[in-house]
């Protein structure tokens, strides 16, 4: 009796083993993916697709307001609650690489580097920390001088400005013939974090285009540098011309966009997807209208920021089934599957957005795409002009947001240029001790 | 017919002293873990070194921060604007609430179709009032400038939210909007509680509407001014999300309160320990406020008996 | 008692400028959801609409794109889809914010109860530590209200945001019905006892009938602060399983792709659980006011 017991507990007990084991080994490896809430449906549907061809990985879509991601994402990391993958941008790997939140690619997946050619340089610069890659673009674009043609026109000039006294010449006339009140406005509220890459490309398309020096100290707080013109620029567009909204001071990016595309703008320095939007005509009463041209100044050049997917540390720790995984999950979504830029082009296509990944430009469905909506071939010339962000630090965040203050005050004409860009860089040093 | 202590017999004390314990305690413990844990975090983070992008070394530093925050140069600007905005804030919220009262205790249509109204700002998020007034104050396109242009009052928009002391005003203007319902019911049930008799006295003896707010109304409700100036005070220096949505702090950095500071420490230069510090002033401020509060509010109920 | 005609004229002027003050944001934001996105934009606005359409409220309730949004040959428009979680995070608001109603009136009433009639030792200092622990700002609270929950394994649940909400606003209920049952007398609750009642029958049998509108107004309180937190309910929730409604209006209010027509409706729905609960229970929420007003 005790015998059968025995034998058919232990045939139980085996097959209970059996099971376990099976089920362990298919078990999905789960990864967890933080985004901002843009276009979720897309991302849902790009990781569907990848869980198809990918049927040992889960993964989870946590969101949050655009605004609100890095506050979010610092408590996430503070509370180490549990993430994989993340979006990241060149703004921010300063400090989520120093404070060690996200690993560098380069050391778990050398494979990584067959990649880099591909990208434009403005994105490896902006991904890259101590000499090492963190992570694949998710999106890369420029900033870029959006005009609405049909003012131009009516203002009686037949080609975009091609530098910024021309901008200040057709505005001028724009304003006179009274086609638009205030032909220029700015996304120039105190916090947003697009005033100072606005400001950097203006400095850009300048012949002296650096406001540090190589080890990281500010120069462009002298009466001959090229900040000191463009802060000038800016100050005489506000005060003395008016050609520039007083409302900028209060504008973020969607405002402004909602302004221009209703027709109180003509010209705007702004991220190069905001052309899809503007054109999209159940968005804008003026759509159709708006052409780019390259950056008024005399390089043409521009500022360039890339958006990226990033590996965490926690993802790192967790073993190699999970590292493996997720490099999957990276290749798929930043690189290349079936030999093609997959979702990076579906983003392109589908929304307008900008990549890093120059080989789309010879692609025949991206260029129509485009051309919907603007000029692949502006666009080409202008990613090649673009740069970096010079002299990120884990302060810059901080930094920006003073020189962003202070320039307000230059605008409304509280201090001088001079002393605005004093005043930010002072504080510069004291954030670098 | 009240018994006494004495002559309930023991096990019935006892039980009740259980009881009193059984229902007191989770009260106790959930807002404990909420309470307890919080400042002993914000205490012990703000008397450390904590910057998120070292996070190899957080050393002990007593009050550095503290010294580093009170003398930042940001400290003495953000507690003005934080007092300006206060002291338009909190007479506005209190006198416009007592007005409003007395229109919602007049019996009409309209005040019966008010007294449902009254209540519907409390029923938004304040970060999504802080949207819709963002859009209704644009410069550009906002219904505030539409409304004025309309009417003929001006000829082209004006700048609202991009000028120092307009933006203040926009700011005020959204706030008062969210703070009113609370205001005027409590001015409302205040109102209640003053016999009629008094009026018609007052009347017969020939005064005016003046004299009686003067010399009845406005000292009858004395204490419920007390409350409401002491609440608005306390929501007044701790806000943020109105004016972040609204302005960013701007322009120019024309409405960073001291709450903005602490955010700004803590989420953009990635300081926990001066953003804890701060935030500990902020909270020793309120508490020096409170007491000062009781203080009066003693002396008053001494006054009244 | 106004009669010079002067005078009801001024009553009127006042109280519908009031009205106007109140119901303008409002109006403008009904307005706005039913106004295809092109004509929200114009100087100066179209006051009286031109155009009308249901396609904002068709987005959120039903997922069809507005007219002009899809690009032909493309899968999808460009607008913010944020906003189509509007409903399910209405449903997460209304349920949390309705449990954390329930959880004050059963635990606050109770505890309050017994902070007014009972005398046990560290009564006192129990009453202090209640109310002094809502002085750090919530900025401050954010991060450590966030490891709490995490620690206790509630991130992304609805029982975070319970739990945060409902140790914000206890502190508060048990202050204000403790003041209002102390200055009830109590024959009544004396009596019950000598009859043989326990304290807990005397409360729900005698006590609470009569303290209803204090009650309802704690309630109301409570309902109101859960649905409207903000702050909290954006670091503990992180997908739709429990983000609540502000956290989606702040979300669709500042991608690129953000339709305002489309946040106007999701704010239209944001008011709807709030009225409606605000306009059932105003009577009580008035009376209980008053009450605990004027009985000091």
Redesign the interface.
Known sequence: MIRRYFALASGLMALILVVCAVAVAAAPVQLTFTVWSYSNDVIQDNIQKFQARNPGVQVGLNDFAWEKF??VM?ARF?GKTSTDVSYSSDHWL??WA???WIVPLDDYFPQVAAYKPDFAPYAIEGMTYNGKLYGLPYYADTIIFIYNEDMLKRAGFSTPPVTWDDVTKMAVAMKQKKIV?YPL?FQF????PWYIEVFLSMVYSNKNPSMFDKSLNPTYDTESSTAHKVARWLVDGFRTTKII??????M?EV?LV??MG?G?VAFAVLPKYNLADLNTTGAHAQAGKFKMALMPGETHGTEGFVRFYAMTKMAADRGKEVRDASWKFLEYFGGKSGGEFTVVKRWALEKGLGFAQLPLYKDPQIRAAINKWGNVTLEEQQSKLARAKEALT??W??WS?EFQ??M??A??G?ETPLQALQASAAKWKEMKK | ???SPRSIPMSWKAR??R???A??L???V??????I???V??VSTSLRQVV????DSTPFVGLKNYVDIVRGDFFPTAWAHTLTFTLFAVPLATVLGF??AH?LR?R?R??G?????????????????G???A??F????G?F??VL??LGLIS??I??????SS?LFCVLFAHI?KE?PLTS??Y???L??IPDEL?DAARADGAG?LAMLRRITIPLVL??TL?VVIYESMVAI?T??LLYVM???????AT?LI?YY???R?????N?GQ??AL??I??LS??VFILVYLRVLNSEEVYRE | ??HSRT?QLL??A???L??A??????A??AVSSIQPEKE??????H?VPRILTGDNYRFIFTGKFPAGYTETGLLRGRISEKARDALPALMNSTIVALTVAAANLL??V??A???SR?R?RG?GA?YT??L??R???????A???Y??VARLGLLDRYGALI??H???T??FT?WFLAVYFKRVP??ME?AA??DGC???QVLVRIVAPVAAPALAAAAAFAF?FS?????FALFVTSTIRSQT??VI??AT?VNPDVS?GV?AVT?VL??LP??A???LF?RY??RG??T???T?
């Open positions: 890095t506050d610092t503070v300063q400090q120093a404070a060690n009140e406005m509220q105190d916090i947003t909204n007083p409302a900028s001071l209060e973020t405002p909602k302004a209703a109180q884990p302060f965040g901080s947001l203050k202070e307000n005050k605008l409304l509280q | 017919m009240r018994l009740e002293t009881y009193a314990y229902t007191v989770p009260v106790v959930v807002v404990a873990l909420f309470t844990y919080p400042v975090y914000a998120l992008y070292r996070p007005g409003t229109l007049v009409s309209l005040a179709f008010l007294n449902a109204a009254v209540l519907l700002p409390w029923a938004i998020p304040t970060v999504i009032s949207v819709i007034w859009w209704i644009n410069s550009t396109y219904a400038n539409g242009y309309s082209s928009y700048p609202l939210l991009s000028r120092p933006a909007w009113l019911i409590l409302v049930a205040a209640q509680a009026y509407v204490p419920t409350i701790v943020f999300d302005t960013g702090g701007g322009p120019a950095g960073s709450s602490i955010y700004n803590m989420f953009t230069s990635y926990f953003g804890a935030a500990v902020l909270a309120l508490i | 008692m106004r005078q009553v009127t006042l109280a519908l009031a009205a003050y109140i119901l303008a944001p409002f403008w934001v929200l934009f114009s100087v100066p606005p006051w635990l606050g109770v505890a109860y017994s902070f009972l046990f009564a129990l530590f209640v002094a622990s002085l750090l700002p919530p900025m401050a609270l991060i450590p209200y490891l709490i739990l945060i409902s140790a914000v206890l502190p048990v109590p024959d004396d006892l000598v326990t304290r807990l109101m649905y409207n937190d903000f702050p409604i502000p209006v702040s209010a305002f946040v704010v944001t008011m709030p009225v609960f605000a306009l105003r929420i008035t006011l008053i605990v007003v004027t000091r």
